[in-house]
């Protein structure tokens, strides 16, 4: 993937990167705005043992935002490398304690940025209880 300067706003321009077509309209005006190297592709997967978790397949995320439609989508994606197996669980809502966290994070998230009667946006949702709540509180 080759990387170019691109004409962003002027507060992104500095820190930016043009990469590759936008996935969702295929425009070139694509910023890179965050990225990480090597990281677990699977985060909800157990292992049974050291040596099977130090295996598991790592990927990159580069964050990109699209200035023609607005979608935001990690431009280093690889289907390929997502295996979904009996027993993938990431939700953390089913706990009284993680609810009652997330509650109080939606809350003071909602009183700091005013997200009252707002369109709201969450990247990386999983099944969508942060952004449930966040609509409920906030009527939004």
Known sequence: MTAIRTGASESLKQHSLQLELCAGCGCDKVTSFFEIER????????????????????????????????????????PASTQFAPGYQVALHHSEVFRSYIDDVVERLIARYDMNHKRVLEIGCGDGYFLRRVCELGAN
């Open 39 to 78: 990281l677990p592709v699977h985060v909800g997967m157990l292992h049974d043992s050291r040596e099977s978790a130090l295996q598991t397949p790592m990927g990159s995320v580069s964050l990109a935002y699209c200035h023609r439609c607005g979608l935001v989508c990690n431009q280093r994606f690889d």
